[in-house]
């Protein structure tokens, strides 16, 4: 992950920790709210997670020789752990059932974006550390290879994500759209929902725990998060066999291109697929030569 300018050097991270053990009891809390929903072991897995966090930092400060070079200063895992845990507090206090009434779109608002908004105002103005941002360009044109994965996801959805709805029924968890209006809605919301799910779950959940794990620990710390999000959104049946590679690519994507607008461009053209595919379904006949199903 790219350094913010202002940002001291970062300590390598350790292959292997204890601190593995309460991040994934924060990332735990999220199936807690989203899958099984029950908020009560939500709570009690994030308050087990960063009181362990808080035990195990301490436990390696005491053993961790002085460094020699003391602008290198290790990210605190409590802090970055505590961060993820507002995000998810503020969300899981909303149902997540797909609405499109005023009501319901600005409950989505206030509490996605403060989801957002609040673990950025910490880290940045509470803590001071910067933990949290969003690399809008990131790592300059796109190559390519980028640009042949856009296509690439656009051919994808078209040959999987009709099938997915359609046969397993789950179309049905979003509202029926059968009037202008109602589309318009649910275009709007679903490419917003898109944008959202890059800033929490990649630039804030996933960045946070990128601090202190390897690369593919977290990553799939993340996707635990990601996909369970989805599922209680509507992504469910047999969803998890096509939410969690999209969860892990995306954090592979903005590994590699350390770029918000690219993975946001990628997610919002599998979205545009997802949001054809529900008007699709909810109006036979209306886009049949579009799709195979």
């Known amino acids: ?5 202002d940002a001291p050097p970062a300590p390598a991270v350790r292959t292997w ?79 997540l059932k797909a609405e499109l009434d005023n009501l319901a779109i600005l409950r989505f608002a206030i509490a996605l974006g403060g989801a957002v908004a609040v673990p950025y105002v910490i880290s940045r103005w509470a803590y001071r550390d910067r933990a949290i ?9 796109w190559t390519r290879f980028q640009w042949t994965w856009l296509v690439a996801v656009l051919l994808l959805g078209w040959l999987i994500l009709p099938f997915y709805f359609i046969t397993s029924g789950v179309y049905l968890n979003w509202p029926v759209v059968d009037t202008p209006e109602l589309i318009a809605r649910l275009f709007v919301g679903v490419g917003a929902v898109g944008i959202w799910d890059e800033l929490f779950f990649i630039c ?79 109006n036979p006949g209306t886009l049949d030569r579009l799709f195979l199903v």
């Not at 992950?1 to 300018?5: D, L, R």
């Not at 436990?59 to 802090?79: E, M, Q, Y």
């Open 133 to 141: 941002r969003f690399p809008w360009r990131g790592g300059g044109r």
């Open 17 to 95: 920790s204890w601190s593995l053990a309460p991040a994934l009891l924060v990332c735990l809390a999220a199936p807690a709210f989203f899958v099984v929903r029950v908020p009560w072991l939500g709570w009690v897995l994030l308050a087990a997670g960063l009181a362990i966090a808080s035990v195990t930092e301490r436990a390696d400060a005491s053993t961790r020789p002085a460094a020699s070079d003391s602008s290198i200063r290790r990210p605190s895992l409590v802090r970055d752990l505590s961060l993820i845990a507002v995000g998810l507090l503020i969300v899981s206090a909303i149902p």
């Open 204 to 282: 804030t959940c996933f960045a946070l725990l990128r601090r202190h794990f390897p690369f593919w620990q977290a990553n799939i710390l993340q996707s635990v998060v990601f996909v369970s999000f989805l599922w209680e959104l509507g992504y469910q049946a047999w969803g998890p066999v096509l939410t969690i590679p999209f969860a892990l690519l995306q954090g592979f994507i903005f590994m590699k291109t350390r770029s918000l607008a690219y993975v946001v461009t990628v997610h919002l053209l599998f979205d545009a697929v997802v949001f054809l595919v529900l008007v699709h379904a909810h």
């Open 1 to 5: 992950m790219p350094a913010h300018p």
